[in-house]
């Protein structure tokens, strides 16, 4: 008999994860939104029913997947009026014990990516971080990770709120500061393009060796004459002068 | 005739960028760098004669390459015994008119690119960001650049220090938030090979699209219980907490 799964939740992530089990053979049977013209959306892709009341969820899902936003988990969980077999949340910064009052069998299930609807994703290279609440639960949330992903983890709930900590200076701030580059440039009329390159090389050395190893640039060669005269570029965006100043800092700072 | 070329600088760049002009049936004929380890190395790759002694440079090539530090590049150029054919600098943060009073024929070929001697670099990719002092001299500095590289482009010394000071956003600083993602990740003993795939895609949608219009995470969907959880995460660190703090500040403002 084939595995049961529900999703309550049809934003990005859940759509992307319920695609993908879908096309792994799993059988989608119900998708709950609060939006109902989204579940209906994602429903449709997958044979599968669809509701926008907690109360019209089927109870006979083997595994359920919550992958709401992280402020609505809670609500979630407290209005469903059934014990599900099999709970797991998708988060990154949940704990899993808002689990542990009310279901038997739960744990997390966090694909460490950044999924848009528009663009598809390979799941094949994301890591999966996964938790449960035994041994038993592991093994099962594992076997189902490995249908989707070669790079499953075990990651408990404190690991993955630092991991969540890591992605956002690696991902979130440095495309913030892609933002700033592109700012720069694009005021001398010059494409983003053009330092594409540039990241690429950086991003490969960081990986080939360690970031730490590979750190280049006036702030680690102490290069104080360019140092000042890119904050003088700088003097009209205090924003901008700031972060230059507090990472040529902190790069100064790790290299003693 | 073959055109010939002589480096003054044994680096990184100098290296990479002899090698390829090698390649490309360029005649190097002399190595200079104060280092005669280094310029020996380098010369006898191509077949060229090296020398540690600024007044032993050969006064017939029909180009200059100087590609040292920028603290040393005035120094060499105020020591040169003669008035040479064409010269050019490989800087990105200094001025191409560091050459005008001395020489007739000058100009700068900056490649946008970080180059370590051990790891080889595809220039065929690599922006050649090209200036000179007169049209001709362009141009014949682009039918050089055109000879390595798909990707030329004219640009002078204020853009060409904005781009530098754009890499430092964009390189420089985001490879230290890798360093400090990845020290986060060594203290819980996970590998930071976990947030490859996420990386990649940030970096993917940033250019498929705009930084700006993938930004991501709590700073951006104001999610102040996040935050507060992050900045307690790094409490005793504050290095780290007040680069969270001014990036998810500015991240907020640019929303505005």
Not at 118 to 130: A, D, G, Q, R, S
Not at 158 to 169: C, P, S, Y
Not at 220 to 242: A, F, G, P, T, Y
Request: with cysteine; glycine share 2%.
């Amino acid at each position: 008999m084939r595995m049961k799964i529900s999703f309550i939740g049809a934003g990005n992530l859940a759509t992307h994860l319920a695609i993908e089990f879908y096309s792994r053979g799993f059988e989608i049977i119900q998708i709950f939104s609060r939006n109902i013209a989204n579940a209906k959306v994602l429903a449709q892709a997958l044979n599968a029913s669809y509701t926008d009341d907690l109360s019209q969820i089927y109870e006979n899902a083997d595994l359920y997947f919550v992958s709401v936003t992280d402020d609505s988990i809670l609500q979630v969980i407290e209005n469903l009026c059934f014990k599900p077999k099999f709970i797991v949340h998708t988060s990154g910064s949940i704990s899993m014990e808002i689990f542990t009052k009310r279901f038997e069998n739960y744990g997390v299930f966090y694909p460490l990516q950044t999924f848009s609807k528009m663009k598809k994703v390979e799941f094949e290279n994301i890591p999966i971080c996964l938790d449960a609440n035994n041994l038993e639960n592991l093994d099962y949330l594992t076997y189902l990770a490995k249908k989707i992903s070669n790079s499953v983890f075990f990651i408990d709930s404190n690991q993955r709120k630092q991991i969540h900590l890591a992605g956002v200076f690696a991902c979130n701030f440095v495309n913030h500061l892609w933002v700033i580059a592109n700012e720069i440039l694009e005021k001398q009329s010059i494409p983003f393009e053009i330092i594409k390159p540039l990241i690429q090389e950086t991003f490969h050395k960081a990986f080939l060796l360690s970031p730490a190893s590979v750190q280049t640039g006036p702030a680690m060669r102490n290069d104080e004459k360019v140092i000042q005269e890119h904050i003088k570029l700088l003097e009209h965006d205090k924003n901008s002068s700031d972060i230059y100043k507090i990472l040529t800092k902190s790069i100064q700072t790790y290299k003693k």
